[in-house]
C-alpha cells in the first residue's frame, strides 16, 4: 500500500448551488475541504482516455477485475462512450497520471431517462484509502443532479457496501439489476 493521500484535494465547484432542491442535493455531495498540503489532484472529466489509461486497465486486471478493460472496449467500439444527455466519464489525474476513473450513465437497466447509473469505479491500488473513490463519486453525484433524479448502481463485494453507503447510498432489497441507490 502506498501512501495515504490524505484529504481528497480537488474541488468540485456547484453551480446553481442556491437553495432549491437541486442545490440542496448538489451540496451534499460536493467535494470540500481542500487539503492545501495534500498532492495536487485534479478531476477531470475524460473526452478520450489518455495514455496512461493502460496502467489502470492492467492493475484492474491484476486484481481479477474486468470492468475496466470492458469500459475500453465499449469505449473504442463506441458502444459507450458516457456521452448521452447527463452522461459522463471523469478521471482523477496526479501529475498527468491517471490514477482513479469512474463513470455516469443512464440506467441500461431501466426505461425510465430520469434514473442515472454509477459504473467502472476503479481506484489504483497504491492510492486507495485516501479519499480518491469518495471524492470522485462525490463529483459524479454533484454533475448528476441536473439530469437525473435517482442514481443506482451494483457493488461488487460487502467492503465496497459500506463505501457507498458512508456516502448516502440506500441498500435496495432485492432488485437483481442494482444494490443501492441515492436517494432511495
Ligand atoms: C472501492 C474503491 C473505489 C474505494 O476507493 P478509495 O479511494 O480507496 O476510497 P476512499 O479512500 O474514499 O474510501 C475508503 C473506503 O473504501 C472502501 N474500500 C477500500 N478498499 C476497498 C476494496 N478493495 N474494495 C471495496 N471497498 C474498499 C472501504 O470502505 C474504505 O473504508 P475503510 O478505510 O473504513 O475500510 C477502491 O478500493 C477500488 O477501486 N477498489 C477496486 C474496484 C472496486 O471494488 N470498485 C467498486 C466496484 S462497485
Known amino acids: 500500500m502506498g501512501r495515504s493521500l490524505g484529504r481528497f484535494a480537488a474541488c468540485f465547484t456547484v453551480e446553481r448551488a442556491d437553495a432549491d432542491e437541486l442545490g440542496k442535493r448538489a451540496i451534499t455531495f460536493a467535494v470540500s475541504d481542500a ?3 495534500a498532492p495536487h489532484l485534479i478531476i477531470t472529466r475524460l473526452t478520450e482516455l489518455p495514455r496512461s489509461f493502460e496502467r489502470l486497465a ?5 486484481e481479477g477485475f474486468e470492468f475496466v478493460r470492458r469500459l475500453e472496449l ?6 459507450n462512450r458516457f456521452d448521452q444527455p447527463g452522461e ?4 482523477v489525474l496526479l501529475g498527468g497520471e491517471l490514477e482513479a476513473i469512474g463513470g455516469l450513465n443512464r440506467d441500461p437497466y431501466l426505461s425510465d431517462p430520469g434514473v442515472g447509473r454509477v ?6 491500488p497504491e492510492r486507495r484509502n485516501g479519499g480518491v473513490g469518495s471524492g470522485l463519486v462525490r463529483a459524479i453525484m454533484a454533475a448528476s443532479f441536473p439530469h ?3 442514481v443506482r ?15 448516502g447510498f440506500k441498500k435496495l432489497a432485492a432488485d437483481p439489476t442494482a444494490t443501492h441507490a441515492y436517494p432511495e
Not at 58 to 62: K, P, Q, V
Not at 74 to 79: A, K, T
Not at 88 to 91: F, S
Open 74 to 79: 465499449e469505449w473504442r467500439s463506441g458502444s
Open 35 to 37: 487539503d492545501p498540503g
Open 88 to 91: 459522463l466519464l471523469l478521471g
Open 58 to 62: 492492467l492493475a484492474s486486471e491484476r
Open 148 to 150: 437525473f433524479r435517482r
Open 153 to 167: 448502481l451494483r457493488t461488487a463485494n460487502p467492503r465496497s457496501n459500506e463505501f457507498y453507503e458512508r456516502l
Open 119 to 124: 459504473r467502472h469505479l476503479f481506484v489504483a
